[in-house]
């Protein structure tokens, strides 16, 4: 496994491999590595392509009160796990990726206003100014993102249309602690008492999943999400969404399925889970 | 040469180029094809790249009151030029870049603040957008821009050093009418009187230039260029800057050269024209 951290030997690498008629598959990530974040390299190695994970705090997207200084770094352990997976590149830049006089922005209007842009509302013109930069490093064919940033991946989705980059995205599903919790990097700065309390992201998700399953309107949903809440003994809540699956708004009816979205600080920790509901007929 | 009217059949035939061992060189165009155009397909020629030149009229670098729907349209005409010139193919998208829910921009702070982002707030979001996609899709290793935009070139320029493209920027000199009048594809709008007051701009220009050649201070630069538009006969004024020639920002002196730059209407034709000052001792 190579561990690369300048761009232009990324790049190099990369055609070498196109020029060999390999694809090229991308898997960027902050670090601080899980079993989601392995998930979706293997979700790329399916594919049979070359396989490169960024690792890279992108400091854009954390607004100054935010965690980044915190935002833990275990990047000789993380290339340890990508290299026992059989990864064929890191890209691990030590230098800040912006110029001091950057002043180049992506934005994506509309999908970033509600949800985890309300509360962090330049989080995703940091995201996908990266990933764009990312992807004209590596110039890859695939990109893989995770659907626990089930909005993230639809904000990607959208700049990767809308700009005619040439790259297909692929979205992997959430991994799971044993007792739901959705797997994070921001896991590790839950307390024990937060840790148990968390649990009630998932089984209000799953509750509201079976409920839905089981027929229940999108009224009853609704007050049954509110409720679950309601009874919630830690963790401050940052949002309890119910959208439309592929635009983000508000909804009438399941006809078209739902995005269930919560958000919730657990001491320093924000934890954000979700879950698909299917269309009703 | 081939005339490409889909985004898929252009990339296709640039990768097949590059696989080729070829370099691919990218001429932007609205079209309404003059000399100045000319001359930047034969810069990207001596690249000893195969040439794509681009046609299609961005309707988001217009603003709602300007003149997107009379802009001259000469399609048959621009083919002509260009298969004479040996131009290898020419992108001209028959239908809307832009699909109904584009909400995706690339925007560059700060150098699209002055000269004419000041009247056009919305301009070179406009067209760092287009020029972004037209690189996805084309993926060119050069692209070639003209000295006359002097403030799009630098916004491309950055937009294409933020965003880590993989593409190398050319500027091209601004190509002049026998009179010194920058060509322009809108100079076709002038009326006589008008046409003949135009030359105010580039014999503005001039004149400052040998101004400052023989030793002049910005201060009697600045004195000299007010003087000069004053004395005009026509054209309504829309900016008279004189700028760094990197940032665009104020300057205190000529130490590092300077852009002179001009923006002036003539009945519905908005005319712009620059000047590059070298440094002085």
Excluded at 106 to 117: E, R
Excluded at 215 to 223: F, I, K, V
């Amino acid at each position: 496994m190579r561990v690369i951290d300048a761009a232009a030997e990324l790049r190099a690498l990369s055609r070498e491999w196109r020029r060999e008629g390999r694809r090229v598959a991308l898997v960027p990530t902050m670090g601080a590595l899980h079993e989601g974040h392995l998930s979706l390299v293997r979700i790329a190695q399916t594919e049979g392509a070359r396989v490169i994970v960024t690792i890279y705090v992108n400091p854009t997207q954390f607004s100054p009160s935010e965690d980044l200084a915190a935002y833990p770094r275990t990047l000789d352990r993380d290339c340890a796990l990508l290299n026992d997976l059989g990864v064929d590149a890191v890209f691990a830049p030590k230098r800040d990726m912006y110029l001091p006089d950057h002043t180049t922005w992506v934005t994506v209007d509309g999908l970033t206003t509600g949800l985890c842009g309300a509360s962090r509302p330049t989080h995703f013109r940091g995201v996908t100014t990266i990933v764009a930069k990312l992807l004209h490093i590596a110039e890859p064919d695939i990109a893989v993102f995770g659907q626990k940033d089930y909005q993230q991946a639809r904000v990607i989705e959208r700049m990767m249309r809308d700009m005619d980059f040439p790259v297909v995205i692929r979205v992997g599903p959430i991994v799971r602690e044993a007792d739901g919790l959705a797997m994070s990097s921001r896991n590790r700065f839950l307390s024990p008492e937060d840790r148990a309390a968390a649990r009630v992201l998932s089984r209000t998700l799953f509750a509201c999943s079976d409920r839905a399953r089981a027929g229940a309107s999108l009224a009853e949903l609704c007050a049954f999400l509110d409720a679950s809440l309601a009874d919630r003994a830690r963790g401050e809540l940052d949002y309890a969404v119910i959208a439309h699956p592929a635009t983000l708004g508000e909804i009438r009816d399941l006809s078209e399925g739902a995005l269930i979205a919560l958000a919730m600080r657990f001491g320093s920790a924000r934890l954000i889970d979700n879950i698909l509901i299917e269309p009703q007929k």
